[in-house]
Nanobody
């Protein structure tokens, strides 16, 4: 059974940093992409960053213009874990951050991901 588990959410002041982690287990093969999505109240889920097994990073539009230079995704294949380092956080970064995985080499939108975590809440305070 596939499990995707996020951790690291919390409340931080604007301008601060957070590091989210996501571990996937039970995937049928080692060739998969993993991605971070987020959803704010009243808004649709949007892609943040995605990373392939080889480390190739995909930026999702329109989120890219908001997070480029502030958010970084990384991956440790040895422990099936990805990370989202978030710096210079803003109030508009508040939301639930979801981790997702999909078989293959291509980063797709939310409808193309196969497995999802339950999400971790990130709250940015003024």
């Amino acid at each position: 059974q596939v499990q995707v588990t996020e951790s690291g959410g919390g409340t931080v002041q604007a301008g601060g940093s957070l590091r989210l982690s996501c571990t996937a287990s039970g995937l049928p093969s080692a060739d998969y992409v993993m991605a971070w999505f987020r959803q704010s109240s009243g808004k649709e889920r949007e892609g943040v960053l995605c990373i392939s097994r080889s480390g190739e990073v995909t930026h999702y539009t329109p989120t890219a213009r908001d997070v480029t230079g502030r958010f970084t995704i990384s991956r440790d294949n040895g422990v099936n874990t990805i990370y989202l380092q978030m710096n210079s956080l803003k109030n508009e970064d508040t939301g639930t951050y979801y981790c997702a995985a999909a078989q293959g080499d291509y980063c797709l939108g939310p409808h193309g991901m196969d497995y999802w975590g339950k999400g971790t809440l990130v709250t940015i305070s003024s």
